[in-house]
């Protein structure tokens, strides 16, 4: 016997305190059995042995304090394990479940953290007949280049991924313990099929080692070798970094996982092959395509990332707006496009042939969701400056198949525009979501799909995730009863796959960008009472410039007649029928405003000027009421500040959605001191002077702005509070008030 020997014998594992996971063994002391024993040791979850084949790991482990004890694979040992985890490499695994299956207990668990999955069962399998209930495989997505104990490190787990790959037999009370055993050490268990498993990481991390390690050695041992490294940048080290991986390790992976990692080779291979040509005939579209949809993937992979590393844990900050009283407006100002025309756009662009150069359009938020789909669907998108893009379309159906699903994140407006859209492509899709997107019934929208003949497969009814498939296509028609434009805009889309003729009808028909867009792309529409008849045509690449938001065209509008002095150029207004209406109404109440006159479009494009006068009251009709439903809580300011009482008729009438924000708006104005009343369901508003104070806007963004307008004239200052969702759509919000002299501060 050793001297080590000795010390191992002497160790008594019956006395050991108790502690949360008891006594837990590692086997194979490397770089990752050593990181979890460390995490587990430092956060005081359990005692730990460690096994190894090579003493030195052993001892070093100790004296680094990794384990608390040397261990043997014998029965004293094994009886008196809770946890004991292999971390040998992969093909090391089965002659040590050899070695434990005389010993092992049915109340232990028994895990692995192998990179390959189904090896390591095949390797149970064989040893023990059945993969017995308390060996549940998994493995961590962590890990580095090194080897060794002296590697280990009790942070690596931290917000990353464990997979777990659990089988029908499992013991469900070990599996929980296995999940908490990986989350304890910080890691995201998410649960795996096993042939799922060793395909994803065939292609994510197999086959990016086996590009690193053939490179260095193809390069190593070909002309010029000595200059090759010499003179690599930055770019040679980021790309090869992981050949100084463990050899042993990476030759076990490949022998294990031959058929996954052999079908992503090939299709890399074919890829590969495509790229030579490309080179060859010096087909310059084809490589700009590869880059440019690559660099995006990348870059939106990064800030997947970005967003499990640190984004799960960063809390969304509340904002608030201050806003001074009695300051002026004053300027000329142009606006970002319209954000639901940047998506709108986007989509239409990339079903469009040719290319199409869109000018001044938004591309903060949740557009690049939108933008980002139709990348990862093969759509070339060049981002020519922080307000251009060069969209290359592929036509209707030319969209290619994406490798992973679509994710709408929290995004509606991206949802409502790409479901028609996926469901006239010939493969089948699934979309999924985060957040309260999940939660939110999406019948309107899947009817209208199931109408075009896809076929729609949704876990819960009606919500998210969703899988189409394709299928004959149909004619649609569609009655859209509700008002909402992502839907109008989801029945137009539809429309434009019908095989022969599809219909759009709605109540109240008025001209919208949407429609505008749609024609000059070449969409074949002919307007019928109450809706369209669109026939099936391609559509064509052409350039736009985008016109700013009509909200806040007309909130400006507003702001500029409600403060003495003000005097405001608008330079790019695209007004449709109703906010051409709304800023009529003002007028009609007596503001200062010129408004653009109607180009051929339909809609009203150009120059809006306004300035200061006293409003009178108004009276609004039911009708009206429903028209401007949106505009409403400005309307409701423009009471608070007209002269007489305005009266606003249907309020009940309206949507739940405008009901509450009018409601929303009353309390306010109530607690700045101007009177409101209800007479038989009308409301009353009478004009005064707002007092000032803090407002609470619920997280809604027209609110807010309704709200600043009551405070820019009040008499003290006004804090909204709750503005974040408000500057994500705004976001150019404190640069237009500063360039125009409006006073407000946001806070965190
Ligand atoms: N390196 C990485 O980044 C990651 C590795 N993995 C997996 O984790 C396992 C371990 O990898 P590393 O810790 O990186 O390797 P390592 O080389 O640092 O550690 C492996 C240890 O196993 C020992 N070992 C080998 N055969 C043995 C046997 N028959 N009995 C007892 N001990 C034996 C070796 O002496 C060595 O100390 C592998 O299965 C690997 O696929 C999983 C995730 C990440
Ligand atoms: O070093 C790196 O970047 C890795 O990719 C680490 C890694 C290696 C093998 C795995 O099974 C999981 C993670």
Redesign the pocket.
């Known amino acids: 016997m050793t001297g080590e020997n000795e010390f191992r014998m002497s160790v008594d594992v019956t006395s050991t305190e108790k502690k949360k996971f008891g006594n837990v063994m590692i086997i194979g002391l490397g770089m990752i059995g050593g990181s979890f024993a460390k995490a587990l040791k430092e956060r005081g979850l359990a005692t730990l042995y460690g096994v190894d084949r090579r003493e030195s790991e052993l001892a070093l482990g100790v004296s680094t304090g990794v384990i608390d004890y040397p261990a043997e694979l014998t029965e004293t040992y094994i009886s008196k394990m809770d946890v004991i985890i292999l971390a040998t490499p992969v093909r090391a695994m089965e002659s040590v479940l050899t070695e434990l299956k005389p010993l092992l207990s049915e109340n232990t668990l028994l895990t692995d953290v192998g990179?390959t999955k189904g090896s390591v069962i095949e390797s149970a399998r064989r040893v023990f007949g059945t993969v017995p209930a308390n060996f549940i495989p998994g493995?961590?997505?962590?890990?580095?280049?090194k080897s060794g104990v002296l590697a280990s490190n009790s942070l690596l787990f931290e917000k990353h991924m464990a997979i777990v790959t659990p089988l029908p037999d499992s013991n469900p009370v070990l599996l929980d313990r296995l999940h908490r055993l990986w989350r304890s050490v910080g890691a995201d268990v998410v649960s795996m099929d096993v042939v799922h498993h060793d395909h994803v990481?065939a292609s994510s991390?197999h086959l990016p080692h086996l590009l690193a390690y053939t490179l260095v050695d193809a390069l190593a041992n070909g002309e010029r070798s000595q200059d090759i490294f010499k003179f690599a940048a930055g770019g040679f080290r980021d790309f090869t970094r992981?050949a100084s991986?463990d050899p042993v390790m990476w030759r076990d992976v490949f022998m294990a996982n031959k058929e996954a990692t052999l079908a992503t080779l090939d299709h890399f291979t074919d890829r590969l092959a495509d790229m030579r040509a490309a080179i060859e005939q010096g087909d310059g579209a084809s490589m700009f395509g590869v880059f440019t949809r690559a660099k995006s993937a990348r870059d939106h992979f990064l800030r997947l990332l970005e967003q499990r590393t640190i984004g799960s844990s960063k809390e969304v900050r509340p904002v608030s707006v201050s806003v001074l009283p009695a300051s002026v407006v004053k300027g000329d100002i142009s606006l970002l496009g319209d954000k639901s025309l940047s998506h709108k756009v986007i989509t239409i662009a990339a079903l469009s042939s040719g290319l199409s150069e869109i000018r001044n359009i938004d591309l903060t938020g949740d557009v690049r969701i939108t933008m980002q789909a139709f990348r990862d669907m093969g759509v070339v998108i060049e981002e020519s400056s922080v307000d251009s893009l060069r969209i290359h379309g592929v036509g209707l159906r030319g969209l290619k198949a994406p490798i992973a699903p679509i994710n709408v994140h929290q995004s509606r407006e991206s949802l409502y525009l790409l479901l028609p859209v996926l469901a006239g492509q010939q493969f089948p899709v699934t979309v999924v979501a985060e957040g309260g997107l999940l939660n939110q019934p999406m019948g309107d929208l899947f009817s209208l799909i199931r109408e075009m003949g896809g076929e729609v497969v949704s876990e819960v009814a009606d919500c998210l995730p969703v899988s189409l498939s394709p299928n004959v296509s149909l004619d649609v028609s569609v009655y859209l009863k509700t008002a909402s434009g992502s839907l109008r805009m989801a029945a137009f889309l539809a429309a434009l796959y019908s095989p022969e003729k599809g219909r759009v009808v709605q109540p109240q028909r008025s001209l919208s960008h949407s429609d505008v867009l749609f024609r000059y792309f070449g969409a074949n529409m002919s307007a019928l009472e109450d809706g369209f008849d669109i026939k099936p045509m391609p559509l064509q690449g052409v350039d736009v410039v985008l016109s700013g938001d009509e909200y806040e065209t007309v909130w400006l509008v507003l702001l500029a007649n409600l403060l003495p002095g003000s005097e405001l150029m608008i330079s790019n207004a695209g007004l449709d029928s109703v906010s051409f209406a709304f800023l009529s109404l003002l007028k009609s109440m007596g503001a200062d405003v010129t408004l653009p006159v109607r180009g051929q479009s339909g809609l009203y494009e150009g120059e809006v000027r306004a300035g200061f006068a006293e409003l009178h009251a108004f009276e609004l009709s039911t009708e009206q009421c429903y028209q401007f439903r949106d505009e409403l809580p400005l309307l409701c300011v423009a009471a608070a500040y007209a002269k007489g009482e305005s009266r606003i008729k249907g309020i009940g009438a309206l949507p739940y959605y405008c009901e509450d924000r009018v409601l929303a708006i009353v309390d306010a104005l109530e607690q700045m001191n101007i009177v409101c009343a209800h007479d038989e369901g009308d409301l009353l508003i009478t004009g005064g002077l707002p007092q000032g104070g803090e407002l609470d806007c619920a997280g809604d963004d027209k609110l807010a702005l309704a709200m600043f307008l009551l405070g820019a004239r009040s008499q003290s200052v006004t804090k909204v509070n709750d503005c974040q969702k408000l500057l994500e759509e705004f976001n150019e919000l404190e640069s237009v008030a500063m360039q125009l002299g409006f006073h407000c501060s946001v806070t965190q």
């Open positions: 990179s493995h961590p997505i962590a890990g580095a280049e990481l991390s992981i991986s």
